[in-house]
């Protein structure tokens, strides 16, 4: 998502309403859920049901990638496996994982960008139960979409109170955002080579 856009992302998401947020989180739940809760404390949205959104719009997909890979696992995943970056090493061994530490797997595929739909895909493949693959994947959404929630509320508290220096404070924002994205991405790149070692 374009942070300099923020406003007008906001704008949008109020104008709309709860079920367009909800097809927009399907899509880009994170970005989504700090707008939603941000709207919430400007008293535009009920922020438990920004959380629910957050919740559903995130676990939704997870179920169709895990459908995908259960179903279509030599149409799909081992078909389309070079073009997401996954070697057939790579996929045995995300496979492996998934059978004998399948909440850690599930947690290092969530987090890593580019592993996220492939890695849910081969949840399905490698025939991990739906119901230990949904339990998990909730106890991974709820503290993510938690977090996200609670930047945006606070940010939204935040501009409340210095509405005043709305510029300075969107600044602030996009810079906070860009230092936050630079982090996730060199812990995702340190997850990514611990895979490859095991």
Do not use: C, Q
Request: hydrophobic share 55%; glycine share 8%; proline share 3%.
């Amino acid at each position: 998502m374009d942070f300099s856009n923020f406003s007008l992302a906001l704008h949008w998401v109020i104008s709309h309403g709860y079920l367009l947020l909800f097809l927009v989180t399907l899509v880009e739940g994170p970005s989504i859920t700090a707008i939603g809760a941000f709207a919430a404390k400007l008293g535009y949205f009920n922020i438990y049901l920004i959380f629910l959104i957050s919740i559903l719009g995130n676990l939704i997909p997870d179920i169709i990638y895990y459908a995908i890979g259960f179903w279509g696992r030599i149409k799909v995943v081992d078909k389309y496996s070079k073009h997401l970056g996954l070697s057939k090493e790579r996929i045995e061994k995300i496979e492996h994982l998934m059978e004998h530490h399948a909440g850690k797997t599930l947690v290092v595929v969530k987090l890593v960008p580019f592993l996220a739909v492939p890695g849910l895909m081969i949840a399905g493949a490698a025939k991990m139960p739906i119901k230990k693959y949904i339990f998990l994947s909730i106890l991974i959404i709820i503290p993510s979409s938690l977090a996200f929630l609670l930047v945006g509320y606070y940010a939204g508290a935040a501009y409340g109170r210095l509405s005043n220096y709305a510029n300075y404070f969107i600044a602030g924002v996009i810079i906070l955002f860009i230092i936050i994205s630079y982090i996730w991405r060199k812990i995702s790149v340190k997850l990514s080579s611990k895979i490859e070692k095991v």
